[in-house]
DNA sequence: GCCGTGACGATTC
DNA sequence: CGAATCGCCACGG
């Protein structure tokens, strides 16, 4: 929905639905892959709002269908879990979607870094 | 229209 | 390499 045509043009006035379009891009992110903050905000056009992409997640309900547990940060490490409802809970989302971890307890980037275009 | 806030990012110490 | 700081942008009051 509102769905801007792909014809390269992001210009979207940033205010408004940037949420909703957080969302809309977050949930494109295929399943076993993984998004950071900045790549969104980058998508959006908004390189530098990488934090107002995570408020959005912080304000994604649950009931909305948005796999805000696929959205980490650059390095890979994953969001406070008690904001998550509990510890491991968006490492085992992960998990259970192919998604593989170092020995720090991020996510491997290298494999599983997925920006949208 | 200004101030405070925040699931970030990059730089500096 | 780890911790601290500044900068960024959008939203709420």
């Excluded at 076993?32 to 709002?49: D, E, H, N, Q």
Aim: with cysteine; hydrophobic share 35%; charged share 20%.
């Amino acid at each position: 929905m509102r769905q801007t045509p792909p014809s390269g043009d992001n210009h979207v006035r940033t205010t408004d639905a940037f949420f909703g379009r957080v969302w809309s891009l977050a949930a494109t992110v295929p399943r076993g892959k993984v998004t950071t903050y900045g790549a969104i905000a980058r998508a959006l056009g908004s390189p530098g709002a990488a934090r107002t992409v995570g408020w959005a997640m912080r304000a994604t309900p649950a009931e909305s269908s948005v796999p805000c547990h696929r959205v980490v940060k650059m390095t890979g490490e994953l969001s406070p879990e008690e904001t998550f409802g509990g510890p491991g809970v968006q490492r085992s989302l992960l998990e259970s979607e192919g998604v593989t971890f170092d020995a720090q307890g991020c996510v491997d980037m290298k494999h599983h870094l997925w920006i949208p275009a």
